[in-house]
């Protein structure tokens, strides 16, 4: 890892080119409660980063932030060196970002493939009527969504159940699902909200692979929230931890796991909480 | 999955494509031969009519997942439109055509002019702007009786909606609606019906797919309505009310919010019934409003869910031996 | 002297409209729903009056029976046909309401015919003129206007100082955090049925003073444009309901003073769109952000 601009660290690999993501003092208020305070977050291109902190630290805000599901009261986000701010939601899509859901946001009441397909809706030109009378388009069309999708299901061994409806899936493939889904419709940037919420340790293990793969495979880079220590400092190449809406530390899983401030603050969570 | 053995793509058009020209013609040929007497075949016409009105309104209702409460209006302007060039052209099949689509497009104006501020606003103003937009409608129906003949009604319609006109038209429309659904524009529409936020943060401009999907279920109504007035021969303002509204929703929450085979079925049931039974008249609507509470309350899916017919699907389980062993599994899977 | 009776006659409707305006709010601030429901429980409202002051009963207590019938009609609804879908898509508690309007309609419809009933407001308000500056009112648009208000004041008092306003405040704003607060839910809705409803029993007897007929469909455009005020002023906000309500009664009154009566209905939901376009939360109301 190396530092930039004396805002942050990325990895040596991404050193030549701009920040995926440029985050500067990002806050934002919820009737005069700061939720995020001072939020300022570099990402490069092909970095894993790791969002972390005690339950209420305002992880899911950023994210939120991100997506413009919120807007910011101050601050500013670059993404891929264009401002998001006033993008709608499938605006910054097509920018380039993509999410998955702390609560499991699938289209449960379609099938496995096209929940896939739903996130491909771009690039492509048959327009309604070419559709409605299936003009050569729309064969061409969904041949290649079809082929594609299978492409990216099979990666995380979901291809067999594309017929299932999503919303019949054990909660592991769900989780899986929304990050096939997130990546159909080709992000550069990958939001993972709590991917492993639920997993037992040999499925965190092979997600652990797979984000990975993710990252070689697609060239994309990574922000992931999560609470299992084992993944995030297992995959994580740059940790940011919140703590009220703050940033209180910043680096390495090495420097963090040794950070006394974010030892204080997990400690000060677990014994409150008993967790 | 391995070996089930599929009806190649023309060979399953080939037999749906005959079977519906069978029955185009076989029904055809029945009313004309004079099996059918004049109360029975009015009411023919009225199914075709309320299928598709039925079925239109479930794109909006069972496929986005949005509730007008004006499809009476878009049913209106659609007949009102194409009546009064009906009225000045002379009896062809072009003016026929031109008739339907006239009023298909008239509705689909309006559709655009109110979905785009209505789909715009989270929430149910929807509801509330289509229940106005009905009757603003109907007030301005009445008011300008230099276009549409006021109270008493637009006379002298030429009856062009023939039972050939009718059914060609529901089954061309029914085909064309389903074949949008099974596309990339109809399955964003569908997501933004299961998921608006994940639809949206996958890149679905949810916007355009809402005002795409209420314009389609308004231009098909419009359809509905062209067919209605060349049935009636006379529209009064009276035809379009509020009432008109609920009846068709009535359909499409009995058959099965998103299922068109159960909008089919419901639209058919509900018309032949009171016309069937005259003394269920009375009862009418106390029945729909506790089949309404009801079907939300004990089965929200209605009578189908979201199930659709597939005649393809059936020969294939047919051909592989399987129709019985695993119709109820699959049924679920593909509903 | 003509534009102040104007004025009078504006705001004689507008009150009736904001009182039936509330009930809509208060029910939209709390469950989410549009409860189509709420203006044909003012049609019961009628016919109830109507049956009571018929078998002979002390006005006063015709509409003290009135006012306890729409209460205990809108708690029963609330109970039967809204409880159960309380956790449902949207859509089917929408759809559900619409049903029970249809029902309520319909049931009167059966046992009353579909015909007008001449409502006896005579008996309830005396027909007598009141003599202000050079003004003449009649006595039932002065009831109107004091108890119309007198209702909002009560209800400003009862949400903002007491413990049940804390409760149902709590529960709009938030039903989880309300819950796990000790809130009892249900009767917390109950209760703002309970309310509004009453409310809607006055507006019932005010608006059938004002009009001297009853039919089993009265309910839905009465409904419907006080739904409108509501909408107009914020759904969900008291205060705006108040405003939405003096404002349509203000723009009908104008519509029909210019000559435009056929067009009032027409007006009212013309209103509504411009207004929705405008500023689509509605003059007092504030948008609320889903979770994610």
Known sequence: MVPLDGLGIIPERDAGRPPILDIRHLCVDFGGLRAVDDFTLLIGRTEIAGLIGPNGAGKTTVFNLLTNVYKPTQGRILLNGQDTRGKSMHQLNRLGIARTFQNIRLFAGMSVEDNVKVAMNHGYTDGVLTDMFRLPGWWRTERRQHVRALELLDLFNLAGKANALAGNLPYGDQRRLEIVRALASEPKLLLLDEPAAGMNPSETHELMDNIRMLRDEFGIAIMLIEHDMNLVMGICEGIAVLNYGKIIAKGTPREIQTNPVVIEAYLGEEAGHDA | ?335 | MLFLSQCINGLQLGSIYALVALGYSMVYGIIRLLNFAHGDVIMIGAYIALLTIGAGLHPALAVGITILGCVLISVLIEKVAYRPLRSAPRISLLITAIGVSLLLQNLVQLFFTADSRAYPSTAIIPARAIQLGGLSLSLSTVVTILVSVGAMLGLHLLIQKTRMGKAMRAVSEDTGAAQLMGIDINRVISITFAIGSALAGVGSVLYCCRYSVANPTMGSLLGLKAFVAAVLGGIGSIPGAVVGGFAIGFAEVLVTALGFSAWTDAVVFAVLIVVLLVKPTGLLGRGVAEKV
Request: charged content about 10%; glycine content about 12%.
């Open chain 2, 1 to 335: 999955m391995n070996g089930y053995k599929q009806i190649p793509v023309y060979l399953r058009y080939l037999i749906n494509t005959l079977l519906l020209g069978a029955f185009l013609l076989g029904g055809n040929a029945l009313l004309a031969s004079g099996a059918v007497n004049r109360a029975q075949s009015a009411v023919i016409l009225q199914i075709g009519i309320y299928i598709l009105l039925a079925v239109s309104l479930n794109v909006a209702t069972g496929y986005l997942g949005q509730l007008p409460l004006g499809h009476a209006g878009f049913m209106a302007v659609g007949g009102y439109g194409a009546a009064l060039l009906w009225k000045a052209m002379p009896r062809s099949a072009g003016a026929i055509v031109l008739g339907l689509l006239l009023g298909g497009l008239v509705a689909a104006v309006f559709g655009v002019v109110i979905g785009v501020p209505a789909l715009r606003l989270k929430g149910d103003y929807l509801a509330i702007i289509t229940l106005g937009f009905g009757e603003i409608i109907r007030v301005l129906i009445i008011n300008l009786p230099g276009i549409t003949g006021g109270t008493p009604g637009l006379m002298n319609i030429p009856k062009h909606s023939s039972f050939l006109v009718v059914y060609t038209t529901v089954i061309l429309s029914c085909a064309l609606i389903h074949t949008l659904m099974k596309s990339r524009h109809g399955r964003a529409i569908l997501a933004i019906r299961e998921n608006e936020i994940a639809a949206e943060s996958s890149g679905v401009n949810t916007t355009f797919y809402k005002v795409l999907a209420f314009t389609v279920s308004a231009f098909f109504a419009g359809v509905a309505g062209a067919l209605y007035a060349g049935y009636t021969g006379i529209l009064t303002p009276g035809n379009f009310t509020f009432m008109t509204s609920v009846n068709i929703l009535v359909m499409v929450v009995l058959g099965g919010l998103g299922s068109m085979a159960g909008s089919v079925i419901a639209a058919t049931i509900l018309t032949a019934l009171p016309l069937a039974l005259q003394s269920f008249n009375k009862y009418r609507m106390v029945i729909y409003a506790l089949l309404l509470i009801a079907v939300m309350i004990f089965k929200p899916s209605g009578l189908l869910g979201r199930y659709d017919f597939s005649l393809t699907r059936i020969l294939e389980k047919l051909i592989n031996g399987q129709l019985f062993a695993r119709a109820k599994k699959a049924g679920e899977d593909r509903a």
